[in-house]
Nanobody
Framework: QVQLEESGGGTVQPGDSLRLSCVASGLPFRSYSFHWFRQAPGKEREYVAAISRRGSATYNTDLVKGRFTISREDDKNTVYLQMNGLKPEDTAVYYC?????????????WGQGTQVTVSS
């Protein structure tokens, strides 16, 4: 059974940093790419960043603008999202995602999310 568990969220002030973690289980971690998404109140879920099996990172550059860094630690089955220079508009629930092929279809798996609130 695939499980994703996010942690590291909290309430911070503008300009502060947070590091989110996503621990995955029930799958061969090294074989998959992982993604971070976020969803603000009243808005649709949006893509934030992705990291490939080999550690190549891609970002929603309009959203991140060089402030976030995604990384992975395969020995710990963990994906990270380092967020610097946080802004109030970064307030959202942040979700970890992996897509697995199941019976010929690509199935998305999500964690429960971790709340990030940026407020002065």
């Amino acid at each position: 059974q695939v499980q994703l568990e996010e942690s590291g969220g909290g309430t911070v002030q503008p300009g502060d940093s947070l590091r989110l973690s996503c621990v995955a289980s029930g799958l061969p971690f090294r074989s998959y790419s992982f993604h971070w998404f976020r969803q603000a109140p009243g808005k649709e879920r949006e893509y934030v960043a992705a990291i490939s099996r080999r550690g190549s990172a891609t970002y929603n550059t309009d959203l991140v603008k060089g402030r976030f860094t995604i990384s992975r630690e395969d020995d710990k089955n963990t994906v990270y999202l380092q967020m610097n220079g946080l802004k109030p508009e970064d307030t959202a629930v942040y979700y970890c995602n992996v897509d697995l092929w199941r019976n010929g279809a690509l199935v998305p798996y999500w964690g429960q999310g971790t709340q990030v609130t940026v407020s002065s």
